[in-house]
């Protein structure tokens, strides 16, 4: 049970019934989901997107915490991402599949360990602009265990940090997909 867990299993899950791309979102309607088209639009660009929220509806307490986690993904890793934890991704479904394997299981927050993998490969991550809404649905659960969680996330990304030259040799393994559009796609199988 649990966020991680849940957020990890719905990849599984997925992946099961072989997609090409897996798009992820929260179900608390801050999202609009037309912005879609804006990470589908992207898919030639890039294998790994991420919708940042330009315009954060959330309390003050939470962007902060994902201000600090900018900071300390780009000081322990070298990455620079805007909205590492951001459930609004689009992914392409292979190179999800190599990157989840390269995550320990049980963490609390596995989209951040995504999009540092993402990040730190060959690969482009791509960050497109998304409307983001207050919360209409759902109970926010984590501000009453903020403090606790906050302190399970720090140790799992030091932990992931000393990870790092186990993951990095797997990262300069994994096959980087190149985007084509639909157009070149028909062209190279109608060549082979």
């Known amino acids: 049970a649990g966020h991680g867990n849940a957020v990890r299993n719905g990849y599984e899950q997925a992946l099961k019934l072989k997609p090409q791309y897996i798009f992820q979102t929260d179900s608390d309607d801050q999202f ?18 991420l919708g940042y929220r330009e315009v954060r509806h959330d309390p ?17 890793f070298g990455v620079e991402i805007r909205d590492a934890n951001v459930p609004f991704r689009l992914i392409e479904a292979n190179f999800l599949s190599g990157l989840l394997n390269l995550i320990p299981r049980g963490v609390f927050i596995p989209n951040i360990f995504l999009s540092v993998l993402a990040a730190s490969s060959r690969a482009v991550l791509l960050e497109v602009p998304v409307d983001h809404r207050e919360r209409k649905t759902g ?5 009453r265990r903020l403090v ?33 559009r639909e157009e070149e796609r028909a062209s190279v199988g109608a060549q082979a």
Request: charged share 25%.
């Open 60 to 76: 003050l307490v939470r962007i902060v915490i994902s201000r600090l986690n900018a900071v300390l993904l780009l000081v322990l």
């Open 139 to 143: 109970v926010v659960t984590l501000n």
């Open 32 to 49: 609009n989901p037309s912005d879609f088209e804006k990470l589908w639009d992207a898919r030639y660009e890039a294998p790994f997107i």
């Open 148 to 180: 606790e969680v906050c302190k399970r996330c720090f140790a799992e990304v030091r932990h992931f940090r000393r990870l790092r030259p186990q993951w990095t040799q797997h990262l300069k393994k994994l096959p980087i997909p190149v985007p084509r």
